[in-house]
Structure formats: C-alpha cells, structure tokens
C-alpha cells in the first residue's frame, strides 16, 4: 500500500514546490529577497531527493528527521529574509510529511514547534509590534489546530490502512491453515472410507474363503469329494468376487453387487451367497415399490446388510436371518437386519470395528442406525436412510 501510495506523494511535493518558485518568480520581480527564496526552495529540493525520498522509501527514521530539519529550517530562512513570500504554499507538502515520515508524538511535537517558530519569525520582522501579536497568536494557534487535526487524520488513515493489511495477512494465514486442515481431514476421511470398504469386503471375502477350505478339508477327510468340490468352487467365486471389489474400490466405483442390479437384487444375491456358504438360511424380503436412492445410500444399505450378516456368521451362532428391505415410507428407506442368534447387551463396550463402521455410514447420508438385542434373544439392526 505505502509503495503505491509514494508516487503520489512524490506529484503533491512536485506540485506544490513548483507553484511557490513560480510564485517567487512573478511576485515583484525587482525584490532583494527574491533571489535567496530561490536557492532555499532549491536547496529543500534537493533535500528531499537526496533525504525524503529514500525516508520514504526505507521508512528510515533518521533521513527523515535529517530531511524535515534541513527542509524546515531553509523555509524558516526564506520567511525570514522575505516575508512578502508565498513559500508558505510547501507547508501543504510539508506538514503531511511530517506525519507520514515521523511517528505521531514526535510529528506532534514537530507540529507545535514549527507553528510556534514560524509565528515568532512573523513577529520579529513586524519588529515585535504589541498590536500585531493577538493576530499573529490568532492565526498560528489556527494553523496549530488545523496542523494538528490534519496529522491526526492522516495518522488515522495510515493506521486504518495498516491495521486492514494485518487482518488481510491474518485471513490469508487462516486461509492457508484451513485449507491445511482440509487436506489433512480429507485423507483422514478416505482412510476411514477406505478401511469401512476393507473391512466390509475384502476382510468378510477372506473370512469366507478361510471358512470354506476348512470346510472342503473336513470334506476331503471324510471322503466326500463332491462336498469339498463345492467349496472349492465357491472358494473360487468368493475370490472372484473380491478381486472385482478391489478393482473397484480402488476405482472408486459403486460396490459389485450392485453393478448392473437394482438393490433389491443385490441383497438377493448376498443372501443367496451367505446361505451357501456355512449353512446359515438369509431371506430377502423387499416391501413396497422399490425406488432409486442414488449410488451414496444404496451402498450404505448393501454394505450395512453385509456387515450385519458378517456379525450374525461369526458371533451369532444363528440359524436363520431375515433381511426386509421397506420402501413403503415416503421420506426414509428402512434395511432390518433379525437373526434369532444368542444376542448380546449392546450397552457393552464395542471392541470391534464394524458397528462403528455402520454408524459412520450411516451418518454420511444423514441416516440412523439402532441396534436392538438381549442376550438369549437374537438381534435385530434396523437402518434408516432418507429417500
């Protein structure tokens, strides 16, 4: 802002300097002073090429103390020697000068102690006449005033400009950190995202897979070939299935069950998949006209109905699952999830990971999750989405 605004400070100085030497120029050309008021008004010139300038520009404190002394005491000099003089015209350069160069108290004090010198000059080539010195304390207590109100607002405006740049700065750092944080809760998230997609596929398929060879080697001991056949093909297929799940996850595609299947269908399919497996019965029962949700609340409801069917497998110790998929509401979706397993007290502390898992996704698509259950009693989650 300072280095915009010096141009124009520097075309104030030019215009006003020029304006007393022409007004030197034309005013009675025959006057002894005239000549004197010329070297001064050249020697303040030079000073502020040489010394205000680079005050300016540096904010050095100690060129532009050196400045206003040398340019001050020469135009003290000139209404000394001239007082018909219209140098006066420089204190319209001059005294904002000294508030933009010089801290405010000592450009205040600069103030008073020009004005007041500059009074008693005026005096003393009136020759200390007693009825002139009511005028002239008259005049410079206004050009005080004035002096001091214009420094006063000029200070302002520099400080309002300065205090502006901080909040800008302090906005544009906020900036930088937000967008820092962003970044760092944006890889947070996939993590999570990635390790929920894990866990519901791949680490489920691997499950299975292991359950199933255990199945086809307690099959081959007893010597039932076609039983171990079967669950080696469904080995294969399980595999199958989570190599495409992971070609898609790290695409950053719709879940498989779901490629080229309504919802509906999809469940069907992983019940029928579930059931094959370690003999556990899944129903499918979808009420109401089924309707589009979208990709984001369609794999919350598959991926809920995997991971409860993965719990009912491993913990339950169920027989049968019932998985009723209600689109008969208007406003919400609702997946319930029944098995009539062991049941546990959901009041307990959770050590695993995939309830959470549930709730995280569940709340990504402002939807609810309850669990119900009791020892002895099976349980039943129940998911709501919204339409």
Same mark, same amino acid.
């Given at each position: #802002?300072?280095?915009?605004?010096?141009?124009?400070?520097?075309?104030?100085?030019?215009?006003?300097?020029?304006?007393?030497?022409?007004?030197?120029?034309?005013?009675?050309?025959?006057?002894?002073?005239?000549?004197?008021?010329?070297?001064?008004?050249?020697?303040?010139?030079?000073?502020?090429?040489?010394?205000?300038?680079?005050? #300016?520009?540096?904010?050095?404190?100690?060129?532009?103390?050196?400045?206003?002394?040398?340019?001050?005491?020469?135009?003290?000099?000139?209404?000394?020697?001239?007082?018909? !003089?219209?140098?006066?015209?420089?204190?319209?350069?001059?005294?904002?000068? @000294?508030?933009?160069?010089?801290?405010?108290?000592?450009?205040?004090?600069?103030?008073?102690?020009?004005?007041? %010198?500059?009074?008693?000059?005026?005096?003393?080539?009136?020759?200390?006449? %007693?009825?002139?010195?009511?005028?002239?304390?008259?005049? *410079?207590?206004?050009?005080?005033?004035?002096?001091?109100?214009?420094?006063?607002?000029?200070?302002?405006?520099?400080?309002? %400009?300065?205090?502006?740049?901080?909040?800008?700065?302090?906005?544009?750092?906020?900036?930088?950190?937000?967008?820092?944080?962003?970044?760092?809760? *944006?890889?947070?998230e996939e993590?999570?995202?990635?390790?929920?997609?894990?866990?519901? !596929?791949?680490?489920?398929?691997?499950?299975?897979?292991?359950?199933?060879?255990?199945?086809? $080697?307690?099959?081959?001991?007893?010597?039932?070939?076609?039983?171990?056949?079967?669950? @080696?093909?469904?080995?294969?297929?399980?595999?199958?299935?989570?190599?495409?799940?992971?070609r898609l996850?790290?695409?950053?595609?719709?879940?498989?069950?779901?490629q080229s299947?309504?919802?509906?269908?999809?469940?069907?399919?992983?019940?029928? %998949?579930?059931?094959?497996?370690?003999?556990?019965?899944?129903?499918?029962?979808?009420?109401?006209?089924?309707?589009?949700?979208?990709?984001?609340?369609?794999?919350?409801?598959?991926?809920?109905?995997?991971?409860?069917?993965?719990?009912?497998?491993?913990?339950?110790?169920?027989?049968?699952?019932?998985?009723?998929?209600?689109? $008969?509401?208007? $406003?919400?979706?609702?997946?319930?999830?029944?098995?009539?397993?062991?049941?546990?007290?959901? !009041?307990?502390?959770?050590?695993?990971?995939?309830?959470?898992?549930?709730?995280?996704?569940?709340?990504?698509?402002?939807?609810?999750?309850?669990? !119900?259950?009791?020892?002895?009693?099976?349980?039943?989650?129940?998911?709501?989405?919204?339409?």
């Amino acid at each position: #802002m300072w280095r915009r605004q010096q141009p124009f400070w520097h075309a104030v100085y030019a215009v006003v300097w020029l304006a007393a030497v022409v007004v030197t120029l034309v005013d009675e050309p025959g006057r002894s002073g005239r000549a004197p008021s010329l070297v001064l008004l050249g020697v303040m010139a030079l000073a502020y090429a040489v010394l205000g300038r680079r005050a #300016m520009t540096h904010a050095d404190l100690r060129w532009a103390v050196a400045y206003h002394l040398v340019s001050w005491s020469a135009l003290l000099v000139v209404q000394w020697l001239d007082p018909g !003089t219209q140098s006066w015209l420089l204190f319209f350069a001059l005294f904002p000068q @000294l508030w933009a160069m010089l801290p405010s108290r000592w450009a205040a004090v600069a103030t008073v102690v020009v004005v007041g %010198a500059f009074s008693f000059v005026r005096w003393a080539t009136l020759e200390f006449a %007693a009825d002139s010195l009511s005028d002239i304390v008259i005049s *410079g207590t206004i050009s005080m005033g004035l002096s001091l109100a214009l420094g006063l607002f000029i200070n302002r405006i520099v400080g309002e %400009a300065e205090s502006r740049a901080e909040t800008i700065d302090e906005l544009r750092a906020a900036q930088r950190r937000l967008a820092a944080a962003e970044r760092d809760r *944006g890889i947070h998230e996939e993590r999570e995202r990635l390790s929920r997609e894990i866990h519901d !596929t791949l680490a489920q398929g691997f499950t299975s897979v292991v359950a199933l060879s255990r199945a086809a $080697e307690a099959a081959l001991a007893r010597g039932d070939v076609s039983a171990a056949r079967d669950r @080696l093909a469904l080995i294969e297929r399980t595999a199958s299935d989570n190599l495409d799940e992971a070609r898609l996850i790290v695409a950053e595609l719709t879940p498989g069950h779901l490629q080229s299947r309504t919802l509906g269908q999809a469940l069907e399919r992983l019940g029928e %998949a579930v059931s094959s497996e370690n003999g556990l019965r899944a129903d499918v029962r979808v009420a109401g006209e089924p309707a589009p949700l979208g990709g984001s609340a369609e794999v919350v409801i598959l991926r809920t109905a995997q991971e409860a069917l993965s719990n009912v497998r491993r913990h339950a110790g169920a027989g049968r699952a019932d998985l009723t998929l209600t689109y $008969e509401d208007p $406003e919400r979706v609702v997946l319930e999830v029944r098995d009539d397993g062991c049941g546990f007290d959901p !009041t307990a502390e959770r050590t695993g990971f995939g309830l959470d898992g549930v709730l995280a996704r569940a709340a990504e698509v402002g939807g609810s999750v309850r669990v !119900t259950s009791e020892p002895g009693a099976g349980t039943t989650l129940r998911l709501e989405v919204p339409r």
